[in-house]
């Protein structure tokens, strides 16, 4: 059973960093494409960043954001620095089989973790 799971969400001032971590199971992620993904409240899912062998972000993530990935450990962790107000969202971890941006390409999704960015 292949399971995904986010953690090191939480609340941060305007300016700071978080660093989220997706762990898989049941999965071997280095055969399959990373993505995370962000539904800010009342919003749709908009996608963030992705990694098969490099990252590829959305504009919004662009030089605030790094993507990366452990084959060894099974992780793919997001590093996002500069936080704005506008980042508040619950991010996801997604794992599909096909470098995307878009969210109907993954297959496998986490729960997702809370980030909130106080201004």
């Known amino acids: 059973q292949v399971q995904l799971v986010e953690s090191g969400g939480g609340l941060v001032q305007a300016g700071g960093s978080l660093r989220l971590s997706c762990t898989a199971s049941g999965v071997t992620n280095a055969r399959y494409n990373m993505g995370w993904f962000r539904q800010p409240p009342g919003k749709e899912r908009e996608f963030v960043a992705g990694i098969r062998w490099s990252g590829y972000y959305a504009d919004s993530a662009r030089g605030r954001f790094t993507i990366s990935r452990d084959g060894a450990k099974n992780t793919a962790d997001l590093q996002m620095n500069s936080l704005k107000p506008e980042d508040t969202a619950v991010y996801f971890c997604?794992?599909?089989?096909?470098?995307?941006?878009?969210?109907?390409?993954?297959?496998?999704w986490g729960e997702g973790t809370q980030v909130t960015v106080s201004a």
């Open positions: 997604a794992a599909g089989p096909e470098i995307s941006t878009m969210s109907e390409k993954y297959v496998y």
